[in-house]
């Protein structure tokens, strides 16, 4: 992990520090580790869900209608469908809202062959590269390709005001957010491989929860859609995943203790991870960034040396 400021120089490189006890591991091959690991056919591939009723509030039954046309009923119904789960509203009327914060999103393939200054700037993992309410947060990926998200402070109609699918004019547009950056900086958007893509970053209200529903429960984002600074959302969804099959196996023949223990223990760790990530989002786009980064840190180190009596 490295933070550069806006001119390219570099505030703190953890490539020989270890990794803070952050493992990564590249999704793509997480998922097909998972997947492979079902038996054939316990995914029912391309199976979108348009639509859930209860068919019985007690006994906790709820339909479940497909676009297929299909429907099937169930007695225990887990929303694990994303930011936009359409089993949500089962339990919970809250949505989504903007936090403030919008992405721009592009890929460089082969980077040290084909982008060798980008590919330096970004080293060998992780990258902050802030200035004020800018910045540039990337990543090489195991395949060779630099992953690299410019994100900033805007209204969050702002996108609709350039044509992306104009991509120089798109282009010249975003890189005038990054005027007086330093080259290989500006050249993870203006040398990017894929058309730049605006993602607007949603977060449900801190501390999302919902009273007991008989026969459905949430877990990942339809639970607890968060803003992405703590790193922490797709680590919560497997986490949510295997504990809820914990509670299920706990309680054989129960299913509603099951997931009363199960979200007895999701809500307050989900309110955590979102606090975290809504406090980083505040430091990482605050006016004097990347000072409020690289303070916090060097706050970690300093926990760390005098946890372990150094
Ligand atoms: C820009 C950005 C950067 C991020 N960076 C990080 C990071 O560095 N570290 C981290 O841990 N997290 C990060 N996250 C968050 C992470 O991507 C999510 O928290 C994680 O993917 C949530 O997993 P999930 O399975 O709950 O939801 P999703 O990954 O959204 O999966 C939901 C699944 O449900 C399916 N689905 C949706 N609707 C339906 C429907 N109606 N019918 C059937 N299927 C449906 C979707 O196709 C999808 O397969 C980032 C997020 C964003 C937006």
Redesign the pocket.
Known sequence: MRILDHTGAVLRDEADSGDRGRPEVDRGQLRDLLIDSLPEGTIHWG????AVRPVDDVAGRHEVAFASGETITTDLLIG???????VRPRVSDARPAYTGIS?I?ADLFDADARHPAEAAAMGGGMLFALRGETGILGHRETDGSLHV?LGFTAAEDWAESVDFGDSSAATATVLDRLDGWDDALRGMIGNADTPLTA?A?NALPLGHSWPRVAGVTL????AH?MS?FA???????LYDGALLALAIADHVGDTEAALAAYEADLFPRAAEAAAQSQESMGIIFREDSPKGLVEMFAAFDEQKAATSGE
């Open positions: 199976s979108k869900v348009t694990a469908d994303g930011a936009w789960s359409k992405f999103e998200y993602r970053i877990l990942g984002d339809a859609v992405p790193g922490e959302g797709a680590n919560l969804a």
